[in-house]
């Protein structure tokens, strides 16, 4: 929303229940992961567009609440989205610190069920993994024995799957391309965790360029 009338208009359009109060689902800006499950009365909801920050109302306290105001875990706000029919709300922040009060990263940490078919993948998860093998080496793991080799073996696979990537791309051979950027996308990874390279730093930085609308190629300032 560009000025204040403007999101005014779209708040009154929200169907708040009879308690005057609608939830709104907080979600990691950058993993996309669900955070926590909270809820916003009127006035909890303009604090939040005016401050910028997450403003909530407690039921048990029945009063508001600020997100950070005492651990510092602060959520700044990028954009808050309604559903379809307006009685539900996704508030998609950039958080300072854990969102949960356990001190977990997110409040959805205890699993209830996973299909055994459809495992769950995240490319946060498999750096996560790929961590895992740098702090607690395993023998026999392909990603402890990168780590072992040091940089210079993990840049020399990397330039090894750009090659296959290229080749794939010349013989526009879709299914191999995809097999050989997925490798590629592994090994640059195995590389970030190696420099401490987070993935929320990648994309922040693709966040605030737009390379795509742009013909020629960014260069670095020297």
């Known amino acids: 929303m560009k000025t204040q009338s403007d999101w005014e208009e779209k ?56 997100k950070g105001e005492t651990s510092n875990n602060y959520q700044q706000i990028v954009s808050i989205t309604a559903d379809c029919d307006g009685d539900a709300l996704v508030v998609e ?21 996973i299909s055994p078919e459809l495992k769950p993948f995240s490319y ?17 793991s392909y990603t402890t024995y990168l780590f072992q080799k040091g940089m210079d073996k993990i840049l020399k696979k990397i330039g ?9 791309g010349a013989k526009n051979d879709r299914e191999e391309a995809v097999y050989e950027i997925a ?19 990648v994309t922040a930085e693709l966040a605030k360029r737009h390379v795509v609308d742009h013909k020629v190629k960014q260069e670095r300032m020297k």
């Not at 109060?21 to 907080?26: H, N």
């Open 93 to 113: 922040v950039i958080k300072n610190g854990p969102a949960c009060h356990t001190g977990a990263d997110s409040c959805f940490f205890a699993p209830i069920y």
């Open 160 to 168: 090894e799957e750009c090659t296959e990537v290229i080749i794939a």
């Open 11 to 66: 708040m009154n359009e929200l169907k708040f229940d009879e308690k005057g109060l609608i939830p709104a689902i907080v979600q990691d800006f950058y993993s996309k992961k669900v955070l926590t499950l909270a809820y916003m009365n009127k006035e909890s909801l303009e604090i939040s567009i005016k401050e910028g920050r997450t403003c909530f109302w407690s039921r048990s306290r029945q009063e508001l609440w600020r």
């Open 183 to 201: 490798d590629l996308t592994y090994h640059v990874m195995v590389m970030m965790v190696e420099q401490g390279i987070q993935m929320k730093e």
């Open 124 to 140: 946060d998860g498999l750096y996560e993994m790929i961590e895992g093998r740098r702090s607690s080496p395993q023998e026999g």
